[in-house]
């Protein structure tokens, strides 16, 4: 029978911003069908958002297809609603389209109307999709995960590390956070390439340069792990924990995903400020 699906969606700020969508219908059979009248129901991230309805006289031809073009208003307490209901992830569009139609093949006196409900696919937008188009709608409430960049010493080996780390920020905004976590495991085994000195005692050590940076005005006791030594440990614990995203058996959830862009910066900005300070000293 006939087939629907989202081809585009919009917004537009007004005094209530409104939401647009484009929808195409498709008529696969054998005959040509006048359309009479329509009622569209959406919904975002399970929300009902409204309805929008209409009568025409429209012919669509055997095998053809027709375009509807609707728009919805989205008032403030719609949106927080969408946005609770999506729980920080992608927002799915689904609906249905009720048709009122009349089959051309069919001598149309006395011929009474056809009604039928068609379900469109899933229409997805990722995260950072639906805050841009939050932002279309006037919500600039919520703000993009936004990541203070460190001020890193002039090294390729960091200016790489930095704009794999932004590549990973934009996987995390399509959802895909398997692939943010397999992403950082492999910064962070960059970052150790230059952080990281001899191999000793089945564990690395921390570049002895930076380490003499690291351990500054720090004093142990006797048999004490040195300042630097514990922060080796945190950057090799934190890269064991990056195992759970190329390995089977872990599911990685959002908060994962986040947790690890997180740690990642948290490194990279650590040991910039050192390399930073061993340059001055150098200097």
């Given at each position: ?131 841009n188009l939050a932002t279309k709608l006037g919500y600039t409430r919520y703000k993009i995960f936004e990541m203070l960049w460190p001020d890193i010493p002039q090294l390729d080996e960091l200016n790489n590390i930095i704009q794999e780390l932004q590549d990973s920020q934009s996987l995390f905004y399509e959802g895909r956070n ?106």
């Amino acid at each position: 029978m006939f087939d629907a699906k989202i081809v585009q969606v919009d917004a537009e700020k007004k005094a209530i911003p409104i939401f647009k969508i484009k929808l195409l219908l498709k008529n696969p059979e054998s005959y040509s069908i006048q359309l009479l009248g329509y009622k569209i129901e959406i919904k975002l991230a399970g929300v009902n958002i409204g309805t929008a309805f209409g009568y025409s006289s429209i012919k669509v031809d055997n095998r053809g297809s027709h375009y509807f073009e609707e728009e919805i208003q989205i008032t403030p307490y719609l949106f927080e609603t969408i946005d609770k209901a999506r729980r920080n992830g992608d927002v799915h569009i689904n609906g249905s389209i009720n048709i009122l139609y009349l089959n051309l093949a069919i001598e149309q006196q006395n011929q009474i109307p056809l009604v039928h409900n068609v379900y469109f696919d899933s229409y997805k937008l990722s995260q950072i999709e639906w805050i841009n188009l939050a932002t279309k709608l006037g919500y600039t409430r919520y703000k993009i995960f936004e990541m203070l960049w460190p001020d890193i010493p002039q090294l390729d080996e960091l200016n790489n590390i930095i704009q794999e780390l932004q590549d990973s920020q934009s996987l995390f905004y399509e959802g895909r956070n398997n692939e943010v976590v397999s992403k950082c495991r492999l910064i962070l085994e960059e970052l150790a390439t230059i952080v990281t000195g001899k191999y000793s005692g089945n564990k690395f050590e921390m570049n002895k340069d930076i380490a003499g940076i690291v351990d500054v005005g720090s004093f142990q006791k006797q048999g004490e792990e040195t300042k630097s030594g514990k922060i080796e440990n945190l950057r090799q614990m934190i890269w064991r924990y990056h195992h759970i995203g190329p390995h089977y058996g872990y599911t990685v959830t959002r908060e994962d995903a986040e947790l690890s862009i997180m740690l990642c910066l948290s490194m990279i900005r650590y040991y910039s400020v050192q390399l930073n300070k061993l340059t001055e000293k150098s200097n």
